[in-house]
């Protein structure tokens, strides 16, 4: 519950190697699904951002996305608070400048939100292609476990029958 521990949690796991992108690609795909729902409903910019990182459970990504509201109150534009948060390719910053010069930044915004869903999804296919070999490997041992428990009992009663203890 202290907020220090959770920050410092929450910056460990946005450090560990595989959670890390797990974490970062959910969160994203998240906030920025959110964020063009509210932006393709009408609702400024300013307040649809300010919803929207509600919605964000790590810590310190909740900051750096503080500081693209923070940027935009101040007028500057949405692609610039962005890009200075660090955590968005330059792809994805620039499909949303051109959303935002066009005028379809909701449409801009719902397709890097796919783009996060398909980076998420990649992640948790390979993850479970990964973790295959490893489960094959537990389930064998079991299974080898179980078999020696039942026969090593059975040679020692062998054994005992014909006399060599």
Known sequence: NNKEIRYSWH?????????KNIILFATLS?????????????IPIAEALDTSITMVDNLPLKAKLLSVRLT???GGTLNKGLEETGLFENMIIQMIRAGEDSGTLDTMIKKVAE???MRFDAIIDGL????????????ACMII??????????WDMGNAVQGRS
């Open 72 to 74: 935009v109150e101040q």
């Open 30 to 42: 998240r906030f920025t699904l959110v964020f063009s729902e509210l932006i393709r409903a009408g």
């Open 115 to 117: 783009y996060f869903k």
């Open 128 to 139: 479970s292609e990964a973790i295959e070999p490893i489960m094959l490997l537990v389930i």
């Open 145 to 154: 476990l179980l078999a020696l428990g039942i026969f090593l009992p059975m």
């Open 11 to 19: 910056k460990a796991l946005l450090k560990t190697y595989l959670v």
